[in-house]
Structures are given as structure tokens and as C-alpha cells.
């Protein structure tokens, strides 16, 4: 069956979704909210969800392995995390005086997380890793910033750069301006590394470490570049070279936050950075991200002191709903969970258990591809080479990817292209036994 025809049987499928997106697109761009939840010919819109499946406006059933893109840790409708919520609704309904919960959740976090010894909220993972990137500007008063080509580190103008396409050479990339109305300026600020590749990526550190402000890298990429994690020999030598020339080294582990461990994958990889950003894992699905790293640091460009000085000394970072009440209760409540210590370990052993068995079904399918990610984290590249960063990611054949997706779609299962899979508490090994044999049948038909 071609993609056409899948297609087809996609639409035939799903045709209150097509009448909703006909709809949707008089009022939202491509009939949704964000252009990342838009797919060709139209998204499918979600009408419920619980554990680890959701349905859509026409019925279908869908097992989720994103888990809203990997915020639903605990699952969809988490029992514990509606009761918080519920519990919270008596609270004031607004953030902007100081609470008790902020604190509660601030302490929970900074005890779980070894290099964050201060925290400050944000509402998103792109405010969350702009303010840290901030914070490094003020503390080391240099102005560049180096990131990692193909790593995605939020929606903020600085980071937008070298995320979907890329330029220059692999052992030498320059930054790729792609998305409309980033400024051009961003370009003289920002440092382009090769990923996993510690001999260009030193030397390219060394050369500019005096402008350099911080280093920051996903871990285990996420959304530009699905599921491919560091070295750990490659984590140790950008630590080392970051330590060396004073320059902050910064997780965004906005994905992997809560999620590889309960200190991130800082604890998974036992390699500490100087600051961290968190989010998806720890909001339970609302609202809320968190940035931080040493008191020094923290003390220095955060923290006001209502002193003219702090105009001169201090980052602004604030905002009307940062650690919104309602956000922060259901972020205790992920956290009580997680802090018993069954769910990470669960989640991560299901990501070996898949891991393992693609990499074998594929084998006696004779069909090469990658299966790539750590813990709870996986992909799957249709590729006969390693995938260690972008640009061999590139190379992977995109369009057999498209149809994995969308087979699996057809069989009930969420996984779209392009894009890592999550997986959560609330996955049983039946389910993925069920994902195994569909991924089985669908890699037994896909022409090699
Ligand atoms: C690694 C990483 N950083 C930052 C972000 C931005 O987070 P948000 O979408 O909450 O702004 C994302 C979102 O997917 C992400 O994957």
C-alpha cells in the first residue's frame, strides 16, 4: 500500500476530525494552536484521554506514546493529580502574591535536583531555558552563547537557530537562520557545536571561551532531533572544558527533567551542569517549567534586592502566572509520586524492554534502522548508519519514517513522525506488546 492510499484510509477514518480542521483553519492558522501540532492532510482532535490512550472526535482509540509530548508521566487523567488540582481550586486563582505551594514545590525540587540549589518557576520550557540563559549573560558578562546543532531549546529568538536545518560543515557548523522573523543580529551571539563530537566541539569551545557565556545541550534530544542521547565520554569532556574557561554549562532538560531520573539526566549520566531547566515531566500537563543551579549564581543575577543596583546586577524574570497555584499542586502531586520510586525505574525498563525488541524484530525483518534514546526515551531511525546528531539523522530515509507513523496511527497507536516516543506509568507491557506487533507487521511491509 502506497502513502497515498494510506492517506486515504486515514481520512476515511477520520472524518469528524477533517470537518473539525475545516472549521478550525477559519480561526486558528492550520486549525490549531501551535504549528508543532499541525500534520498533512489535517491533525486528528483529541475528544479524551486516560492512562495511556486517548480517542479522538471520531472514536477511534489511540495507545499514546507521547504522552503530550512526555508532560503526562504519571498518564492521562492521573487520579492523584486530579484530586490536586481539584484540592487547589479553592486557592486563590491567581499567582502574582507569593504562596505556599511555590515554596513547597520549590524545596521538593531543589532536594531531588543535586545542582539546583535555587529555583524560580517559569510557564513554559522556552521561558524557562530563556531565563537561564539570561542568568548566564549576567553572571559571566560575556555575550555569546554556544547550543548544539539540531538540539531544540525552546521557542525564544537566541535558541532558534540550527534547530531543522543546518550549515557549514560537520566538523565546523555555522549557525542556520531558518524560521521567519528570527532576527539576523541573533547570529553574531551564537555558537554552533557539533553534537557528539568532542574533538570539534573542544576546539571550537576553546576558541571563543573567552566570549562564551554557557554551553547549553539537551542531554537526549527531543523534538528537532528525536531521541538521540550524549556520549557519556562526550557529556564529561564538554563538563571539563566548560569548567576550565569559567563558562556555565546548562541542561535543558525540559524533556528529560523527572523523566531519565529525579535529577534529570544531571543524576542518569552522574555529569553535573551548573544550571538546569526543567519542565514537561514535572507539570502533571499544566503550566509550569522551572530553572536553577547553584545559591551563588542565583544570589548573584536573580535574586532582587529592591536596591538601584539590581537594574544594573539583576535578570528580570517574573511574570503573572509563573508558579500559578493550580500548576504548582499538581506538580507536588507528580512529585510525591515519583519520589516513591517506582516510577522512573518502571518507565525506564519499558523503554529497554522496546528498545530491545525493535532492535530484533527489525533484525529478522531485515529492515536497518536505528532505535535510538535512553530510559523511557526511544525513536526509531530507518537508517543503516549510527545516529549520533542532526546531521546523521538527515540522512535517515524520512519518508519510511512517514509511513511507520502513519501505519501505526492506522493500527491505533500515536507515535508521529518524526518525533520521540515518551512513555509513561500508566503503559503496561501488554500495550507495548500490542505496539510490538503492529511494529513487527508494519516493518515486515515497508520496502527495503
Ligand atoms: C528540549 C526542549 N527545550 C525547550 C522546549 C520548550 O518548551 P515549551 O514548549 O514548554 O515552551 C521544548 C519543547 O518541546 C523542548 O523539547
Known amino acids: 500500500m502506497s502513502l497515498n492510499e494510506l492517506l486515504k484510509e486515514y481520512m476515511q477514518k477520520t472524518p469528524k476530525s477533517a470537518s473539525h480542521y475545516e472549521k478550525a483553519k477559519a480561526f486558528l492558522p492550520a486549525g490549531v494552536s501551535g504549528s508543532a501540532k499541525f500534520s498533512k492532510p489535517y491533525p486528528i482532535y483529541m475528544k479524551s484521554a486516560s492512562g495511556c490512550k486517548f480517542s479522538d ?21 492521573n487520579e492523584k493529580t486530579r484530586e490536586a488540582v481539584k484540592n487547589a481550586l479553592d486557592s486563590p486563582a491567581f499567582s502574582f502574591l507569593a504562596h505556599e505551594r511555590e515554596l513547597m514545590l520549590a524545596e521538593k525540587i531543589c532536594t531531588s535536583v543535586p545542582s539546583m540549589e535555587m529555583v524560580r518557576f517559569a510557564n513554559s520550557g522556552s521561558e524557562a531555558v530563556h531565563m537561564s540563559i539570561r542568568a548566564a549573560l549576567a553572571y559571566t558578562k560575556r555575550k555569546k552563547i554556544a547550543k548544539f546543532e539540531g538540539h531544540f531549546n525552546g521557542s525564544f529568538d537566541l535558541l532558534l537557530t540550527s534547530t531543522a536545518k543546518i550549515d557549514g560543515t560537520p566538523e565546523n557548523p555555522i549557525p542556520a537562520l531558518h524560521w521567519a522573523g528570527v532576527p539576523q543580529s541573533n547570529l553574531e551571539n551564537v555558537l554552533i557545536l557539533p553534537f557528539n563530537d568532542i574533538e570539534n566541539s573542544v576546539a571550537l569551545i576553546k576558541k571563543h571561551a573567552d566570549d562564551i557565556a554557557a554551553v547549553i545541550l539537551e542531554p537526549v534530544t527531543g523534538f528537532m532531533l528525536a531521541s538521540v542521547p550524549c556520549d557519556i565520554e562526550f557529556l564529561k569532556a564538554i563538563r571539563k572544558i566548560t569548567s576550565e574557561n569559567e563558562i556555565i554549562l546548562i541542561y535543558d532538560e525540559i524533556v528529560t527533567g523527572f523523566r531519565l531520573a529525579m535529577g534529570g539526566a544531571a543524576e542518569y549520566f552522574q555529569v553535573k551542569p551548573d544550571m538546569q531547566a526543567m519542565g514537561k515531566a514535572l507539570s502533571g500537563g499544566y503550566p509550569i517549567a522551572c530553572f536553577g543551579g547553584a545559591k551563588e549564581l542565583m544570589e548573584k543575577v536573580v535574586t532582587p534586592t529592591r536596591e538601584p543596583s539590581d537594574l544594573t546586577e539583576k535578570i528580570f524574570q517574573s511574570g503573572t502566572f509563573t508558579a500559578h497555584p493550580i500548576s504548582c499542586a499538581a506538580s507536588l502531586a507528580v512529585l510525591q509520586e515519583l519520589e516513591k520510586g517506582e516510577v522512573i525505574p518502571y518507565i525506564n525498563s519499558l523503554g529497554d524492554y522496546m528498545r530491545t525488541n525493535i532492535e530484533e524484530i527489525a ?30 539523522a538527515m540522512k535517515a530515509d524520512a519518508k519510511k519514517r512517514t509511513e511507520f507513523s502513519m501505519r501505526l496511527l492506522l493500527n491505533g497507536i500515536y507515535l508521529p513522525d518524526g518525533k520521540p516516543a515518551l512513555l509513561s506509568y500508566a503503559h503496561t507491557k501488554k500495550d507495548l506488546d500490542y505496539v510490538l506487533s503492529v511494529i513487527e507487521q508494519t516493518l515486515n511491509m515497508i520496502e527495503t
Open 363 to 392: 533484525k529478522k525483518a531485515n529492515c536497518p534502522v536505528q532505535v535510538t534514546g535512553c530510559g523511557s526515551m526511544f525513536n526509531v531511525y530507518f537508517s543503516d548508519h549510527a545516529i549520533k546528531n542532526k546531521r546523521d
Open 57 to 77: 472526535l471520531d472514536g477511534n482509540n489511540y495507545i499514546d506514546m507521547m504522552m503530550g509530548n512526555g508532560v503526562c508521566i504519571l498518564g492521562h487523567a
